[in-house]
């Protein structure tokens, strides 16, 4: 069991600004019980969890509240789009695809509270 406290939502929510922390927490917690060969040790959680933050602030953040204040995506070359097609093949072959559609509001990934005050 790991513990995730109120001074880690806050540095990540910091570290990933397009990213909704705790509907994302939330989604974790949803995925580790769907997925139960895949928990995480307590030595590697707090990985795990910068690791799936870092995914969705790359994707720009999937789990924001207010998706239409994205800015639209930029054009990119041809070896550009080739990359970065490559690059998220890659990275759905090695972690799966996470469950985006979650929306609850509350999370326990160990003794921390994060519910939406």
């Known amino acids: 069991m790991v513990s995730i406290t109120e001074a880690d939502v ?3 929510s910091e570290a990933f ?3 909704n922390v705790r509907q ?3 989604a974790m917690r949803s995925w580790l019980n769907a997925n139960p060969k895949q928990r995480k ?9 910068v690791s799936w933050l870092s995914r969705d602030q790359d994707r720009g953040g999937g789990g ?3 998706p239409q204040a994205q800015a639209p ?3 990119q070359s041809p070896s550009m789009q080739r990359h970065h097609d490559i690059h998220a093949r890659l990275k759905r072959e090695l972690y799966g ?5 979650f929306a609850g509001q509350t ?11």
């Open 17 to 19: 600004p397009a990213v």
């Open 24 to 26: 994302q927490l939330a």
């Open 10 to 12: 806050a540095e990540w």
């Open 97 to 101: 695809e996470p469950d985006e559609q």
């Open 73 to 75: 995506p930029r054009p």
């Open 64 to 66: 924001r509240q207010h």
């Open 41 to 49: 040790t307590s030595k590697g959680m707090k990985r795990f969890v």
């Open 107 to 117: 999370v326990d990934l160990a003794a921390g509270d994060f519910r939406s005050h």
